[in-house]
């Protein structure tokens, strides 16, 4: 069977929720048999969002091949079960920039080269290189940005030209909108949705489906006047209503026939759905038996797309442990030796984020002490990890001017450092160290617990590490260096065993939960806080419209 591509625009505004759209559909043939992966065309200049800073673009999301991508990649991974790399995420700047190449290296023979047809080209070649990949039966392309910006006319044009390339029959096109209710009117509106379709199908490009979103249920007239005025099929008119959680989405659009339609139009081969075990993790996070306080310090707490997956893996180890996990979100700058008490008073688990740069470290120091002194659960993920070593030697190993060359470069005792083969690489103009690294685990440790295993891959974005002079130190204080990267001889877990649960880790375990394999070490993490609760009562249960 050829593979087939399902491309998904996006009218009318952004912020839609085409990612989750994408993955739901993903999720739903995925569970009907079907070899899926999704890809983001994203129409911006930088090159990938690693460069853009966290309120611009919310988190970075890291593959295993190193990739910096775009937050979307995520969801993909979380709702598919799938692995992501480079060839998921493709921006103009990378675009422009291979084309630019091959300018300069003299591919083009001396042609003038151009919008159209070198870049759509290029942009064709991306698309179809998941799919000659032979490893998958449908590709799903999520092209980012509205239909009507100027930045996205290369992507609808390659896709146009994409649809006879491949055969119209192996493609489908998929738009989202937008139909708004006025109040003052008292009606849902469809013109707007009239509207988006029309400037798409001035490119081209007309839609064989359409998902509206919308705060109130579609009724047949409604549907029935998208349909005539959009040129679709009154089935194919789908109807996409608010959620209480992203994970539900799945279950609504196959109730709305989303699945169902697009293995019709495309004529795939598909398996009666086997949803069992989302329906499960569903109903967890909908009736919860328990539920927990995590404080989550950080710097970008305002912008809480900074810390998606994080997120998103506590709702994966609270389902694992039946348990909502509410989230305190708390601003590390304003944490001082003299408020951090009553900051997190009612915190039942302290995770401290990653983050780059100085500011706010002093409060994330402080959110340690109080975590590790008062025995409550903590977490530190990467720079989090850091914060927690330094405090460590500061006020257990009594070396007061510990510090990260990050924040201090005249630090004494520069506990966290860029190593020196990374120094080299930073001279060269080599960044971080990214992707997927091997962690040995110490038998015994909490770690080891957690995974069940010794040898264990995670993924890496920073720049520092802890510096490996001062690793006897760190051991002699009490310190468990529980994890180690056995190429390099990096510290990749800290840990202190006289803590009921205190785990710091270089890595981020974020990115790789997933709803049917939630994070092992976020599974725990929930599990002691749970345990600190000491209730974690029935009677503190919420109903589930209060929940999510
Ligand atoms: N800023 C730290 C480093 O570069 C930590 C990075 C992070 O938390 N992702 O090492």
């Given at each position: 069977?050829?593979?087939?591509?399902?491309?998904?625009?996006?009218?009318?505004?952004?912020?839609?929720?085409?990612?989750?759209?994408?993955?739901?559909?993903?999720?739903?043939?995925?569970?009907?048999?079907?070899?899926?992966?999704?890809?983001?065309?994203?129409?911006?200049?930088?090159?990938?969002?690693g460069t853009m800073n966290p309120y611009e673009h919310g988190e970075v999301y890291v593959t295993d091949d190193g990739a910096e991508t775009d937050l979307d990649l995520g969801h993909y991974e979380r709702f598919l079960d799938?692995?992501?790399?480079?060839?998921?995420?493709?921006?103009?700047?990378?675009?422009?920039?291979?084309?630019?190449?091959?300018?300069?290296?003299?591919?083009?023979?001396?042609?003038?080269?151009?919008?159209?047809?070198?870049?759509?080209?290029?942009?064709?070649?991306?698309?179809?290189?998941?799919?000659?990949?032979?490893?998958?039966?449908?590709?799903?392309?999520?092209?980012?940005?509205?239909?009507?910006?100027?930045?996205?006319?290369?992507?609808?044009?390659?896709?146009?030209?994409?649809?006879?390339?491949?055969?119209?029959?192996?493609?489908?096109?998929?738009?989202?909108?937008?139909v708004p209710y006025l109040a003052a009117a008292g009606e849902l509106k469809t013109k707007p949705t009239q509207h988006s379709v029309r400037t798409l199908s001035e490119s081209g490009l007309s839609p064989d489906m359409l998902?509206?979103?919308?705060?109130?249920?579609?009724?047949?007239?409604?549907?029935?006047?998208?349909?005539?005025?959009?040129?679709?099929?009154?089935?194919?008119?789908?109807?996409?209503?608010?959620?209480?959680?992203?994970?539900?989405?799945?279950?609504?659009?196959?109730?709305?026939?989303?699945?169902?339609?697009?293995?019709?139009?495309?004529?795939?081969?598909?398996?009666?759905?086997?949803?069992?075990?989302?329906?499960?993790?569903?109903?967890?996070?909908?009736?919860?038996?328990?539920?927990?306080?995590?404080?989550?310090?950080?710097?970008?707490?305002?912008?809480?797309?900074?810390?998606?997956?994080?997120?998103?893996?506590?709702?994966?180890?609270?389902?694992?442990?039946?348990?909502?996990?509410?989230?305190?979100?708390?601003?590390?700058?304003?944490?001082?030796?003299?408020?951090?008490?009553?900051?997190?008073?009612?915190?039942?688990?302290?995770?401290?984020?990653?983050?780059?740069?100085?500011?706010?470290?002093?409060?994330?120091?402080?959110?340690?002490?109080?975590?590790?002194?008062?025995?409550?659960?903590?977490?530190?993920?990467?720079?989090?990890?850091?914060?927690?070593?330094?405090?460590?030697?500061?006020?257990?190993?009594?070396?007061?001017?510990?510090?990260?060359?990050?924040?201090?470069?005249?630090?004494?005792?520069?506990?966290?450092?860029?190593?020196?083969?990374?120094?080299?690489?930073?001279?060269?103009?080599?960044?971080?160290?990214?992707?997927?690294?091997?962690?040995?685990?110490?038998?015994?440790?909490?770690?080891?617990?957690?995974?069940?295993?010794?040898?264990?891959?995670?993924?890496?974005?920073?720049?520092?590490?802890?510096?490996?002079?001062?690793?006897?130190?760190?051991?002699?204080?009490?310190?468990?260096?529980?994890?180690?990267?056995?190429?390099?001889?990096?510290?990749?877990?800290?840990?202190?065993?006289?803590?009921?649960?205190?785990?710091?880790?270089?890595?981020?375990?974020?990115?790789?939960?997933?709803?049917?394999?939630?994070?092992?070490?976020?599974?725990?993490?929930?599990?002691?806080?749970?345990?600190?609760?000491?209730?974690?009562?029935?009677?503190?249960?919420?109903?589930?419209?209060?929940?999510?």
């Amino acid at each position: 069977m050829a593979t087939k591509y399902i491309f998904v625009t996006g009218g009318v505004t952004s912020s839609l929720g085409k990612g989750i759209i994408c993955a739901s559909l993903g999720r739903l043939l995925i569970a009907r048999g079907l070899r899926v992966t999704i890809q983001k065309l994203d129409p911006y200049i930088n090159v990938d969002p690693g460069t853009m800073n966290p309120y611009e673009h919310g988190e970075v999301y890291v593959t295993d091949d190193g990739a910096e991508t775009d937050l979307d990649l995520g969801h993909y991974e979380r709702f598919l079960d799938i692995r992501t790399s480079q060839t998921n995420n493709v921006t103009t700047g990378r675009v422009y920039n291979e084309v630019i190449r091959k300018e300069r290296d003299g591919e083009y023979l001396g042609k003038t080269v151009q919008v159209i047809p070198h870049i759509t080209d290029e942009i064709k070649s991306h698309v179809l290189k998941l799919g000659e990949s032979g490893e998958y039966d449908v590709v799903i392309v999520e092209i980012g940005g509205t239909v009507g910006d100027i930045e996205s006319l290369p992507y609808i044009e390659a896709v146009r030209q994409l649809r006879y390339d491949v055969g119209r029959h192996n493609t489908l096109s998929i738009h989202l909108t937008l139909v708004p209710y006025l109040a003052a009117a008292g009606e849902l509106k469809t013109k707007p949705t009239q509207h988006s379709v029309r400037t798409l199908s001035e490119s081209g490009l007309s839609p064989d489906m359409l998902v509206c979103r919308s705060e109130y249920p579609l009724d047949d007239s409604i549907r029935l006047k998208i349909a005539q005025f959009c040129n679709v099929d009154i089935e194919d008119v789908i109807a996409s209503l608010d959620a209480d959680s992203i994970y539900e989405v799945p279950l609504l659009m196959q109730e709305e026939g989303l699945d169902s339609r697009v293995i019709e139009k495309l004529q795939l081969e598909a398996e009666e759905p086997n949803l069992e075990l989302w329906i499960r993790f569903v109903e967890k996070i909908k009736y919860p038996k328990y539920k927990v306080r995590i404080a989550l310090v950080g710097k970008y707490v305002e912008h809480r797309d900074a810390y998606k997956s994080i997120v998103e893996a506590l709702i994966h180890g609270g389902a694992a442990n039946d348990c909502q996990v509410d989230i305190e979100w708390i601003q590390s700058d304003f944490v001082t030796r003299d408020n951090v008490e009553k900051k997190l008073a009612e915190a039942d688990g302290i995770l401290v984020a990653p983050g780059f740069g100085d500011r706010g470290i002093e409060g994330k120091v402080e959110a340690v002490r109080f975590a590790r002194e008062k025995m409550i659960p903590f977490f530190g993920i990467c720079l989090g990890m850091q914060c927690s070593v330094v405090e460590y030697a500061r006020n257990v190993c009594g070396e007061k001017e510990a510090d990260s060359t990050e924040f201090n470069k005249k630090s004494s005792y520069p506990i966290i450092d860029v190593m020196p083969e990374q120094k080299e690489l930073l001279d060269t103009g080599g960044t971080m160290r990214l992707g997927k690294y091997a962690c040995k685990l110490e038998a015994g440790s909490r770690a080891y617990q957690a995974y069940g295993e010794e040898l264990i891959w995670e993924r890496h974005r920073h720049r520092y590490e802890v510096n490996n002079r001062y690793r006897k130190d760190l051991e002699k204080g009490g310190m468990v260096l529980a994890g180690i990267n056995p190429e390099r001889d990096l510290v990749e877990i800290v840990e202190i065993p006289e803590h009921p649960w205190f785990i710091g880790v270089q890595f981020h375990p974020e990115l790789k939960s997933t709803v049917s394999k939630p994070h092992p070490l976020f599974v725990c993490f929930v599990e002691k806080a749970l345990e600190k609760a000491g209730s974690g009562l029935e009677s503190s249960v919420k109903k589930a419209d209060q929940v999510i």
